[in-house]
C-alpha cells in the first residue's frame, strides 16, 4: 500500500470489520496500491468473514490498473464522440436496422 494511505487504509478496514456484521462479507472496495516497482495501481479488495471467535477475514485482491484505464478511455471517447455530434450542423439521427417493420 502506498506509505502515504497507509493510515487512510487503516481507518477504512478497522471501519469496515467494525462494521462486519451490516454487510461487509463479498463487497468490494477500489484502492490505490503500490507496486514491487514502485508505482501505483488500482486494485479491488473483497473481504469475507469465516464464522470463527474471534471473527476472521479472508482477503482477495484483483488488480484493476487496465480496467480503470479502459474505463477512463472509454469515457474520454464518448465525451469526444458526443461533442463532435452536438457540433454538427447537420441533424443527425440512429437508425436501426433490426426495428424496420418487415
Known amino acids: 500500500m502506498p506509505l502515504d494511505l497507509r493510515e487512510e487504509y487503516e481507518e477504512v478496514l478497522h471501519g469496515r ?28 479488495l473483497i473481504l469475507a468473514r469465516i464464522e470463527h471467535e474471534p471473527p476472521l477475514f479472508v482477503g482477495l485482491v484483483r488488480h484493476l490498473t487496465a480496467t480503470v484505464d479502459a474505463e477512463a478511455a472509454l469515457e474520454a471517447a464518448e465525451t469526444r464522440y458526443r461533442s463532435l455530434v452536438e457540433q454538427l450542423p447537420l441533424v443527425t439521427y440512429v437508425n436501426c436496422i433490426a426495428e424496420r417493420p418487415a
Open 17 to 44: 470489520l467494525e462494521a462486519a456484521g451490516s454487510g461487509v462479507s463479498g463487497r468490494s472496495i477500489r484502492l490505490p496500491a503500490l507496486r514491487a516497482d514502485g508505482s501505483t495501481g488500482t486494485v479491488e
